[in-house]
């Protein structure tokens, strides 16, 4: 059987695009393999806590050397690891927030970019502990970064590098872009994605 984690990272609630975009992904994949479990953590109705001292002391100590505070740290860390282990697809999706990820994503890849869990250091430096998994990311921008601003866009390579640095290598994107430029803009990029998420998932 397989798994699919979806991890939704707008901060927009029912208005979002890329979670829209990233539903109809998830029920299209779901449709093509339909024994699929989905886990939907959704970091909008419940964001991990921003990572502070007692989590950064923690994840260096075995479990029997942490306080009880840094041990509940560890625990919402380590569900959200073994949760992402458990899924051989990642679909996450956020809203393009000042040039990045929304702060709620970047929140959730604190608590799962894990030495020991997800990565591993060696002699030869870092290495991923995660393999054979797939993911897509789906993706709503105001404005366009995929001509000649590409040098602002700091969510998509970030995303790539970081599902690289875990193991993930095997990545497709879904860009929502250039909602701001008005009504009939926004309806050629949310057209242009749910096309590009039937094909994905076709070729899934
Ligand atoms: C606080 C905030 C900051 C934003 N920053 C940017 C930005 O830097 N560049 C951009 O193209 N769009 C920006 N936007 C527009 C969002 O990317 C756009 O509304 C997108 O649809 C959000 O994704 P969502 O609909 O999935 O939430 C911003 C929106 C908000 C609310």
Known sequence: MSNLLLVRGSTRGDDSLSTKIALQLVDE???KTPDMTVVDRDLSLAPLPH?????????RLTPEDRTPAQAEVIAVSDAAVDELLDADTIVISTGFI????????KSWIDHVARAGRTFRYTENG???LLSGKKAYLVIASGGIYSGDAAAFDFAEPYLR????FIGITDIEAIRIEGVAYGP????KAIG???ARAQELAQAA
């Open 29 to 31: 994949l779901r449709r």
């Open 51 to 59: 990572i502070g001292a007692d989590f950064s002391a923690a994840i």
């Open 98 to 105: 000042n040039f990045g990820i929304s702060s709620i994503l």
């Open 126 to 128: 870092p290495v991923g």
């Open 161 to 164: 590098r970081v599902l690289n």
């Open 184 to 187: 009939e803009a926004a309806e």
């Open 192 to 194: 242009a994605a749910k």
